[in-house]
Structure formats: C-alpha cells, structure tokens
C-alpha cells in the first residue's frame, strides 16, 4: 500500500472533493472563485468531474482550493 502522509489529498477522490467545495461555496461563487467556466453555466457533479478529468489546471485549482478551504 502507498502512505502519503504529506498529502493532504491522499485517499480523497475527486468526486468527494468537488462535492464537499459545492456544498460550502455552491456552484456559483465556486465558478467566480476558481475562474472554471463549467461551474457557472448548468454544472453538474458529473458534467464538472468531465472537465477536471482532463484539464489538468482545472483539477489543480480545484485541489488547491479544497486544501485552502478545509486544511489551513
């Protein structure tokens, strides 16, 4: 099994992760703060795990963003 102590994101999938920043920011000021188009015009859960899938810095805003938001 691979330990990652240091990351705070280990064992936290991406789905979780885009569910608990809709459910304390809500899709609009998630779209305002992270500046990802797919969060203001009818996002979806799984419409928005699409795009984070394969826009690499989407995904890592969208991490960083739930690392500012619930570990500092």
Not at 29 to 58: D, H, M, Y
Request: net charge negative; with cysteine; proline share 4%.
């Amino acid at each position: 099994m691979n330990h990652q102590p240091n990351n705070p994101l280990h064992g936290i999938t991406l789905q979780t992760l885009l569910g608990e920043l809709v459910d304390h920011y809500g899709w609009e000021e998630l779209g305002e703060i992270t500046k990802i188009r797919c969060f203001l015009n009818e996002p979806t859960i799984k419409s928005s795990l699409k795009v984070l899938r394969k826009t690499q810095w989407a995904r890592e805003r969208v991490e960083q963003l739930y690392i500012d938001t619930f570990f500092i």
